[in-house]
């Protein structure tokens, strides 16, 4: 899938047309991870919708995904929009990347345990 993707992006940006282009690799790039996420995504969805007493949740869940998912990208956008170039972003991320990778952890543990917690 990655070679693929790259494949995409590099016959993509061949063209003179940088934001059809960059339209174009968006929406290939979302379909060729739907075979990844579409598998747990949409089912998830589904099922939730079909639950009548889950709707409300899983509407206000599906807002939160989207915005933690969004709001990261529209940062990075914003900062590379007001003159922040890929260099001084990539130093930001290496000088904090111990916390960043034990913060993800920690996350990820915290999840975790939410989700067995409502297991039981």
């Keep these: 899938m990655k070679q693929r993707i790259h494949k995409v992006i590099r016959e993509q940006t061949r ?9 174009v690799i968006g929406f290939a790039i979302s379909v060729l991870e739907l075979v990844c996420t579409g598998q747990v995504y949409l089912p998830t969805i ?16 599906l807002i939160l995904y989207n915005l ?3 709001v990261p990208l529209l940062v990075v956008f914003g900062c590379v929009y007001w003159g922040t170039t890929a260099m001084q972003l990539g130093g930001v991320l290496q000088r904090h ?17 939410w989700l067995l917690s409502s297991i039981a």
């Design 15 to 23: 063209t003179s047309g940088v934001i059809i282009g960059a339209l």
């Design 46 to 61: 589904t099922f939730v919708m079909g639950v009548e007493g889950m709707r409300g949740h899983a509407l206000a869940y």
């Design 68 to 70: 933690m998912f969004i």
């Design 97 to 113: 990347l111990m916390p960043v990778k034990v913060g993800t952890g920690g996350l990820l543990l915290g999840l975790g345990a």
